[in-house]
T-cell receptor
Framework: AQTVTQSQPEMSVQEAETVTLSCTYD???????LFWYKQPPSRQMILVIR??????QNATENRFSVNFQKAAKSFSLKISDSQLGDAAMYFC????????????FGKGTRLSVIA | NAGVTQTPKFRVLKTGQSMTLLCAQD?????MYWYRQDPGMGLRLIHY???????AKGEVPDGYNVSRLKKQNFLLGLESAAPSQTSVYFC?????????????FGDGTRLSIL
């Protein structure tokens, strides 16, 4: 079974600075998808960014980008120019490329943004 | 623009009581999921459905039942609530095709079992 590990329960960053959240996963598959979700205090789960394993190019969405290292099974999220609104729980998630299988989530990283 | 709607948003139960959580989506999604979220545990899959009339067990299915009688609705039932089921419950849905399709989440239901 696939597992997703987020080794940083909590992180903090100064406003306008850059922070990187770590995520590693364990799988024997070659075809899969990776996601980062954000959960602010409102509890809503919001998709931040996604990466297809077959793509070598790292995904980017405005201030959010990933560093996808397939061989190392690493999928870190970089937030540039951090804003107060970025404060939230961030979850890394894995989904198999074979069939319609559910997401497997990591335990999350709580990010605080310091003004 | 409702998306995924969960009912109720909050509920307090006594041990042994039963209740049903309702999830409704208006995006014509085939796949629907129920998760529970506990501190330090992330989201854990309880049950899911790949289409109307189908259900499957997830990671933590014990103590829960589900039904998908209509494509747009996915019900989560607790037959005899236990304090260990105190949690925040999330429903999600996704399109059938393509594993790159993201899951759309509801706003969650906070359930407390006394």
């Amino acid at each position: 079974a696939q597992t997703v590990t987020q080794s940083q329960p909590e992180m903090s960053v100064q406003e306008a600075e850059t922070v990187t959240l770590s995520c590693t996963y364990d799988t024997s598959e070659s075809d899969y998808y990776l996601f980062w979700y954000k959960q602010p205090p409102s509890r809503q789960m919001i998709l931040v960014i996604r990466q297809e394993a077959y793509k070598q190019q790292n995904a980017t969405e405005n201030r959010f980008s990933v560093n996808f290292q397939k061989a190392a099974k690493s999928f870190s999220l970089k937030i540039s120019d951090s804003q107060l609104g970025d404060a939230a729980m961030y979850f890394c998630a894995y989904r198999s490329g074979s069939g319609n299988t559910p997401l497997v989530f990591g335990k999350g990283t709580r990010l605080s943004v310091i003004a | 623009n409702a998306g995924v709607t969960q009912t109720p948003k909050f509920r307090v139960l006594k041990t042994g009581q039963s209740m049903t959580l309702l999830c409704a989506q208006d995006m014509n999604h085939e796949y629907m999921y129920w998760y529970r979220q506990d501190p330090g545990m992330g989201l854990r899959l309880i049950h899911y459905s790949v289409g109307e009339g189908t259900t499957a067990k997830g990671e933590v299915p014990d103590g829960y039942n589900v039904s998908r009688l209509k494509k747009q609705n996915f019900l989560l039932g607790l037959e005899s609530a236990a304090p260990s089921q105190t949690s925040v419950y999330f429903c999600a849905s996704s399109l059938t095709q393509g594993s790159n399709q993201p899951q759309h989440f509801g706003d969650g239901t906070r359930l407390s079992i006394l």
